[in-house]
């Protein structure tokens, strides 16, 4: 198991608070915060503020003697003054941060005795136990861990909370199938657990297991549950993207039956993208969804064919009507300028990915036009730009077409 700096990102140790968020990035610090200081404060909030201070940079061996020091002070107080509620909550505070602090330095005697005495206090709340399973299973005890777990699921029978900390937990930790299970068994329980949160995150828990069709399914669900949530449409149809994109990507060339196959992943793409907009029409996440997705179906046919410019003219449509709304994203123009080019429409494909550039320098419109100098053998401008994205390996293309650049430039033919 990772260090639980690392899970507490999922799970906060007060108030049953969750956090569940898309696309969620690890933070590694202490999850409370530190305690508004006043006139007179109590002494054992200034330790405590200090031991959290501490631990946030994790310096556990630091935080630990001003934890231990808020414990004294708030130990000499009534059982009146400690179940104040705003004491209360810091004596859970300093409790759960004596006991995460010794978890991670190790000393898993310590932080289970901290576990034990928070757990006694306060038996209710499912964070002590989903902490302290974590704790156990870091130090190698995974059946001691298992029974915290479920205990924690036990509190409130009802609740899907503690199944989707768990989840979170093992998903952190890499254990894929595990976190799958319990975000299954959650939803089972609450099928719109934090509006639709729930099943995101077990969408995305397959895309990173590499199993798109799980996603898919997950996101079907999501639909199926939330018919009016414009977000589940677009999920659904980034899934159906990402499948597609996949049919043949590990074989030298695309074969006829593999192309047809993506060409039907990009039409469900854009049939649930319409979906989408039809309930939120100034989605530009959704626009620029679906243009891309129309970009992708006009690659699947040959230059030239009906089929690959109309699918570039309904792009181009899409994304105007994008650009009027958000005149100052980057990624509308340089769409716009991929969908122009495909019509050799050169002159406006390379206005708009300069556009795009003037707003934030990005390799897709650097892409876009190196594509057009070079489809108009204006050589310098083509190899100025490849030369911006020749290490990035989506373009893997570049290397040789610059190749070619440095031949024409020596005039060797």
Not at 43 to 63: H, I, P, S
Not at 319 to 341: C, H, I, R, V, W
Request: proline letters at 2%; charged letters at 25%; hydrophobic letters at 35%.
């Amino acid at each position: 198991m990772k260090k639980i700096a690392f899970i507490l990102t999922f799970v906060l140790g007060i108030a049953g608070l969750f956090i569940l968020a898309g696309c969620s990035s690890t933070q590694e610090e202490d999850p409370f915060g530190a305690i508004t200081e006043r006139e007179e404060t109590p002494l054992y909030v200034v330790a405590y503020n200090k031991g959290y201070n501490q631990a946030a940079a994790r310096n556990w061996e630091g935080a630990v003697p001003h934890y231990e020091e808020a414990e004294k002070h708030l130990r000499k107080l009534s059982e009146a003054e400690l179940k104040d509620e705003a004491t209360e909550r810091i004596f859970q505070r300093t409790l759960m941060g004596l006991a995460l602090a010794y978890g991670n330095m190790d000393q898993y005697d310590k932080s289970s005795g901290y576990f034990k005495k928070y757990i006694q206090r306060w038996p209710e709340d499912i964070n002590g136990y989903l902490n302290y399973g974590a704790i156990l299973e870091k130090s190698g005890q995974s059946e001691q861990a298992h029974a915290q777990y479920t205990k924690a699921m036990g509190i409130n029978p009802e609740s899907a909370v503690a199944e989707f900390a768990l989840a979170s937990i093992y998903r952190q930790d890499g254990r894929l199938d595990m976190a799958i299970k319990y975000y299954t068994y959650g939803l089972k329980k609450d099928p719109n657990f934090r509006d639709g949160n729930g099943w995101f995150q077990l969408g995305k828990t397959y895309e990173e297991k590499g199993d798109y069709e799980g996603q898919i399914k997950a996101y079907e669900s999501m639909v199926e549950i939330r018919p009016d949530d414009w977000q589940a449409y677009y999920y659904l149809a980034d899934a159906y993207l990402t499948m597609g994109m996949s049919v043949g990507s590990r074989k030298a060339s695309l074969s006829s039956s593999d192309r047809q196959l993506r060409i039907s992943y990009y039409d469900k793409a854009i049939e649930t993208d319409k979906k989408g907009l039809s309930i939120r029409p100034d989605s530009g996440q959704i626009m620029t969804h679906l243009a891309s997705s129309y970009v992708r179906k006009a690659e699947m046919y040959s230059k030239g064919t009906s089929q690959y410019a109309q699918n570039a003219q309904e792009a181009i449509k899409v994304l105007e009507q994008f650009t009027s709304l958000y005149p100052d994203n980057e990624k509308g123009y340089a769409l716009l300028a991929d969908a122009q080019q495909k019509l050799r429409n050169f002159n406006s494909a390379i206005a708009n990915a300069r556009k795009s550039l003037e707003i934030s320098d990005n390799e897709y419109a650097h892409s876009i036009l190196g594509d057009v100098f070079f489809t108009l053998e204006r050589w310098g401008d083509a190899q100025t730009h490849y030369r911006r994205i020749a290490n990035n390996p989506q373009y893997s293309y570049v290397r040789g077409r610059l190749e070619i650049i440095e031949a024409r430039l020596r005039g060797e033919y």
